[in-house]
Every structure is written in C-alpha cells, then in structure tokens.
C-alpha cells in the first residue's frame, strides 16, 4: 500500500514562528502536494511539485513556501506563522501520468497558531 | 476554472438504508475526471470511486456507485447498505486535462445504527 506520512499531527505554534512541515511517501511518486482543508471550503492547493527542486503555485501560496529535495519529501514552510494560518494541512502524491491517477493522502497535520 | 458544490452539507443515514450525496460542477473542458473521496475521522482520505467524463456507463464499486449526468453537470454518489464504517467526510473532486483539481466543501455524513 501506499503509505503517505506526516510526521506531525497536531502542532501549536506562536505567532511569528517558522514552522516545517514534513510529508514522506514511500511509492517514488514524482508528484507531491500540499493542500489546506478549512470547514465549508474543501480542499485548496497551496503548491505542488512535480519533480525533485521543482515547484509550482497552487491557489493559496501567499505566506506558505515549500521545499523539495529529495523524490520522497516534501515540506511546507511557514515563514512567519499567523493565527490565520491555523488549519489542517494535508500533504498528498501522485505517480507519473496525473490525469486521472488516484492522489494519497496522509492523515493530516492539524496546526494551531495562537 | 472549474467549480464544485456540494449543496449538503451534513447528511444522515439508517445503517443498512441507501444514502444519496449530491454533487455539481462546471468546467468547460471537454476531458475530465470526476472523484469521490472519503476522509474517515482522525484518518487519510482515500478514493471511494472515479468517473471518466467520456464514458457513459456510471462507475461501480461495490455498495459505491455514482449516477453522472454530464449534461447537467452532476456526479452524485449513493451508497447501497449503508454501514457504520461510512461515517466520513465525503468530497467530490473534478480534474481537468491541465491537472488542475478541485474540491467541493464536503458533506459529513453520519450513520445510525
């Protein structure tokens, strides 16, 4: 199976803080996301990558960068966080041809800024 | 750009009843894909069921299956014996030939037993 993890589930941080999220999968897929879930507006794309150091904007990327340098990982990066910011971020990937293929999820990193 | 909706927003269902969820886009590609996926509490979301835009035959899998109506833009999902593992958030998903994805709000969707 494919395992998508997110080594941080719940994380509360202040504001003004740099904070790194880590997403690894293990099915050498070259495309990798990062997606922000807020109640009653889905799923919206932050930024995606398509290969190793390579990186687009997705709808959302104000105040959110991203970095990629190896094929498993991908991180997202809050510069300077904010309250709003809290959220929960949603790393997910996708292997060669896209369109169509099945994307996995991890289960998600549910982040407090205060 | 595509848009998706999911009008409902919360749904319930008698555990072993049939359940509907209701789901609406807009694209104006002509090649697409239509998803369903489910988020279980405190669990990854995962691919419940997915429909080609050319093909006519609505997709199947198992309790899952979807009625498309390309002509006016809806991709619902009904779910056959409901069981209290489908307890989730459901989102439906369009994606278009450019990769570009998009999600509806969600329907949470509570089973009684």
């Known amino acids: 199976d494919v395992k998508v993890t997110q080594s941080s589930r719940y994380l509360v941080k202040r504001t003004g803080e740099k904070v790194f999220l880590e997403c690894v999968q293990d099915?050498?897929?070259?495309?990798m996301f990062w997606y922000r879930q807020d109640p009653g507006l889905g799923l919206r794309l932050i930024y995606f990558?398509?290969?190793?150091?390579?990186?687009e904007k997705g709808d959302i990327p104000e105040g959110y960068s991203v970095s990629r340098e190896k094929k498993e990982r991908f991180s997202l990066i809050l510069e300077s966080a904010s309250t709003n910011q809290t959220s929960m971020y949603l790393c997910?990937?996708?292997?060669?041809?896209?369109?169509?293929?099945?994307?996995?999820f991890g289960e998600g990193s549910w982040l407090t800024v205060v | 750009a595509q848009t998706v909706t999911q009008s409902q927003p919360e749904m319930s269902v008698q555990e072993a009843e049939t359940v509907t969820l209701s789901c609406t886009y807009d694209t104006s590609e002509s090649d697409y894909y239509l998803f369903w996926y489910k988020q279980p509490p405190s669990r990854q979301m995962i691919l419940v069921i997915r429909?080609?835009?050319?093909?006519?035959q609505n997709a199947t899998e198992n309790r899952f299956s979807v009625n498309f109506q390309k002509a006016a833009k809806s991709f619902s999902l009904k779910i056959s014996d409901s069981q209290l593992g489908d307890a989730a958030m459901y989102f439906c998903a369009s994606e278009d030939n450019n990769n570009d994805m998009r999600f509806g709000a969600g329907t949470r969707l509570t089973v009684k037993p």
């Open positions: 997910a990937s996708r292997g060669t041809g896209g369109f169509g293929n099945t994307i996995y």
């Open positions: 429909q080609e835009a050319y093909k006519q």
């Open positions: 990558s398509y290969d190793v150091k390579m990186k």
């Open positions: 099915m050498d897929h070259e495309n």
